[in-house]
């Protein structure tokens, strides 16, 4: 007998049913078809999972789906309003700062939760936010550069 939850994704109310032990990445891609945040570790440790829970930033392949109840998740999957892209997102592509892909999706929500605490970061800052979302192509750079532009633009 599976677990219901009642929660928001994106804005939107969800209910879904889930076993007690499936993640919440699993509930995201299998049983919600929201593809966005990708399985790269299972542990924790790349971010490619990378979620927000009421506003904080989470690794959904270390949350239970169950955990969820009551709760509010941001993916990736709602961070662009329609067809506009979100900054971190269209900044991302102008300064090139993706290859494979596999990254990019935690890296965007990593970013976008950054950016909402804190508008104007350092890059000393940035690095030390960004730290749990690796990237095995870009060398970060790139990356760094392109949250940058983003606060900036954000910031009018």
Excluded at 18 to 44: M, Q
Excluded at 139 to 147: E, L, Q, S, T, V
């Amino acid at each position: 007998m599976g677990i219901h939850v009642s929660t928001k994704i994106n804005g939107d109310d969800v209910e879904f049913v889930c076993d007690a032990e499936e993640t919440l990445l699993d509930v995201l891609r299998d049983r919600l078809n929201l593809t966005g945040a990708k399985e790269g570790c299972a542990t924790g440790d790349c971010g490619a999972c990378s979620v927000t829970i009421d506003g904080r930033l989470t690794c959904s392949c270390l949350t239970l789906g169950a955990e969820v109840e009551g709760r509010e998740i941001g993916t990736v999957e709602g961070v662009a309003k329609g067809n506009e892209l979100h900054p971190i997102q269209q900044k991302i592509l102008d300064n090139a700062a993706l290859q494979c892909g596999v990254c990019t999706p935690g890296i965007v929500v990593a970013a976008k939760a950054l950016l909402e605490k804190k508008p104007d970061p350092s890059e000393e800052e940035i690095r030390y936010w960004m730290a749990g979302n690796l990237c095995r192509c870009t060398g970060y750079d790139k990356i760094i550069r392109a949250i940058q532009d983003a606060a900036a633009e954000m910031r009018g």
